[in-house]
């Protein structure tokens, strides 16, 4: 049996891309689902999927940057499944722009999304990890790893930021038998990402990119190691060149 059978995960940003691919992977091995996504209709779809080979799933369709609806989740999933065992952030936002022209609304945008928002999901949902020696899975970018390209800024920093607070959240929280991984995916296929690709000009081909299956296997395989090993920092990048 899967070490991860009747576990509930909480994954954000599963309308599409990494997160419902990881909804997708966690599904044969018998993990209990709360989904969350701003579009209704691609959630449902991912949890349709999920459905369809037996799972059990759970959706709230909202923009958790907005504390009420975070709170109204928070309230939902635990009501529903008694707890959480994994929290899985895969919600994110990119704009660029020069520091010069961008917009500060961009800046506070991508701070909410990429920072605030798993900062404050985390938090209510520590009490119920800490009591289930839980998992916490931040998926990251490689911008929040290595030297940020021009005219990214905004989103460099607030990736820098996320890998911060999972490394101060890990000291905290070890101790009590909670693991927190840090993913920091390179490019990969995703309505994301043909976004990006616009708004740098340059053409979108997916076949050259990480796939969010690729991702999500090894969120799924770092999920499922034993007790005794955590892994902390995980970077996955293209092959294809």
Same mark, same amino acid.
């Given at each position: 049996?899967?070490?991860l059978a009747n576990r509930v995960a909480f994954i954000t940003g599963a309308s599409s891309g990494i997160g419902a691919a990881v909804a997708t992977a966690l599904v044969p091995a018998g993990t209990r689902l709360f989904l969350s996504g701003r579009d209704e209709t691609r959630l449902q779809a991912t949890a349709d999927r999920c459905r369809s080979q037996s799972a059990q799933v759970e959706?709230?369709? #909202?923009?958790?940057?907005?504390?009420?609806? =975070?709170?109204?989740?928070?309230?939902?999933? =635990?009501?529903?499944?008694?707890?959480?065992?994994?929290?899985?952030?895969?919600?994110?936002?990119?704009?660029?722009?020069?520091?010069?022209?961008?917009?500060?609304?961009?800046?506070?945008?991508?701070?909410?999304?990429?920072?605030?928002?798993?900062?404050?999901? #985390?938090?209510?949902?520590?009490?119920?990890?800490?009591?289930?020696?839980?998992?916490?899975?931040?998926?990251?970018?490689?911008?929040? =790893?290595?030297?940020?390209?021009?005219?990214?800024?905004?989103?460099?920093?607030?990736?820098?930021?996320?890998?911060?607070?999972?490394?101060?959240?890990?000291?905290?929280?070890?101790?009590?038998?909670?693991?927190?991984?840090?993913?920091?995916?390179?490019?990969?296929?995703?309505?994301?990402?043909?976004?990006?690709?616009?708004?740098?000009?340059?053409?979108?081909?997916?076949?050259?990119?990480?796939?969010?299956?690729?991702?999500?296997?090894?969120?799924?395989?770092?999920?499922?190691?034993?007790? #005794?090993?955590?892994? #902390?920092?995980?970077?996955?990048?293209?092959?294809?060149?």
């Amino acid at each position: 049996m899967s070490p991860l059978a009747n576990r509930v995960a909480f994954i954000t940003g599963a309308s599409s891309g990494i997160g419902a691919a990881v909804a997708t992977a966690l599904v044969p091995a018998g993990t209990r689902l709360f989904l969350s996504g701003r579009d209704e209709t691609r959630l449902q779809a991912t949890a349709d999927r999920c459905r369809s080979q037996s799972a059990q799933v759970e959706t709230h369709a #909202t923009d958790l940057t907005v504390d009420e609806s =975070l709170f109204k989740a928070v309230d939902h999933a =635990l009501g529903r499944f008694g707890g959480v065992d994994m929290l899985i952030h895969c919600a994110g936002y990119f704009h660029m722009g020069p520091v010069e022209q961008a917009a500060v609304e961009e800046l506070d945008r991508q701070y909410r999304v990429n920072l605030r928002l798993p900062y404050l999901l #985390t938090q209510r949902l520590l009490p119920s990890l800490r009591r289930r020696r839980g998992q916490i899975v931040l998926v990251n970018s490689t911008s929040g =790893l290595l030297q940020v390209r021009g005219g990214a800024s905004a989103y460099g920093a607030t990736k820098h930021a996320l890998k911060a607070f999972a490394d101060s959240l890990r000291d905290e929280v070890n101790e009590a038998g909670v693991r927190v991984l840090s993913i920091f995916p390179g490019r990969t296929a995703s309505p994301m990402q043909q976004r990006v690709r616009q708004l740098e000009g340059l053409p979108y081909d997916p076949s050259r990119l990480l796939q969010p299956a690729d991702v999500a296997a090894n969120i799924v395989h770092a999920l499922c190691l034993p007790p #005794t090993a955590e892994l #902390t920092d995980l970077m996955v990048r293209p092959h294809l060149k």
